[in-house]
């Protein structure tokens, strides 16, 4: 029961340079997130997605972008990195049909951009 | 806007006291109130959720009030153990049908043997 998968764990980055963080969930859930965050910080919702196809914005989705094609997948993509995307880069999705909001999280994606 | 606060400061216990962590919130009425251990290098894991119409929660040594009044959550461990010291997240829904949380940002309990 694998749950919530990050890939990768751990990325070093130039400033400049593009990538994905991969997410996918095998619980078939609906509702699907990402946050960051910084030391000492609470979590930050990066985007947000209701389905298959349909994104949103939360509260930090600058120099950010993401997909949601399947319901498995939520890949968020990173252009022209910059140092303060320097973060710990968590995924987390919940069922949305017949629950409260329990969320389920992956182990997280450490990004240090150089 | 929207403000939820959690003592920055880590608690430090002797192993067998009980640990009381507090959440305060301002500018907000959410349906409900949750709380996650974080553990160095782990996301975030699920322990409690209580609803705004509910007073207190259990969970075997843990416990959960919500007062929607003082517009706080305490989170208390009883007969803590070593194996309890990691970091407390509060979190609370954006009563919207997104299901989106708004997290504190945390506190650190250590508890000592």
């Known amino acids: 029961n694998a749950g919530v998968t990050q890939t990768p764990k751990f990325r070093i980055l130039k400033i400049g340079q593009s990538m994905t963080l991969q997410c996918t969930q095998d619980m078939n859930h609906n509702y699907m997130y990402w946050y960051r965050q910084d030391p000492g910080m609470g979590l930050k919702l990066i985007y947000y997605?209701?389905?298959?196809?349909?994104?949103d914005k939360g509260e930090v989705p600058n120099g950010y972008n993401v997909s949601r094609s399947t319901t498995e997948d939520f890949p968020l993509r990173l252009e022209l990195a910059a140092p303060s995307q320097t973060s710990v880069y968590f995924c987390?999705?919940?069922?949305?049909?017949?629950?409260?909001?329990?969320?389920?999280f992956g182990e997280g994606s450490r990004l240090t951009v150089l | 806007s929207q403000k939820i606060e959690q003592n920055s400061e880590a608690l430090n216990i002797q192993e067998g006291k009980t640990a009381t962590l507090t959440c305060n919130y301002t500018n907000y009425s959410p349906a409900y109130l949750q709380w996650y251990r974080q553990d160095p290098g782990r996301g975030p894991v699920f322990l409690l959720l209580?609803?705004?119409?509910?007073k207190e929660k259990r969970k075997e040594r843990l416990k959960v009030t919500f007062d929607t009044t003082l517009k706080q959550s305490l989170f208390h461990i009883t007969a803590s153990q070593p194996a309890d010291s990691a970091t407390y997240l509060c979190?609370?829904?954006?009563?919207?049908?997104?299901?989106?949380?708004?997290f504190g940002s945390g506190t650190r309990l250590l508890v000592r043997p």
């Open positions: 209580i609803r705004e119409n509910e």
């Open positions: 979190a609370l829904d954006e009563v919207d049908s997104s299901y989106k949380l708004i």
């Open positions: 997605s209701v389905g298959a196809g349909i994104t």
């Open positions: 987390a999705s919940i069922s949305g049909t017949g629950n409260t909001g329990e969320l389920f």
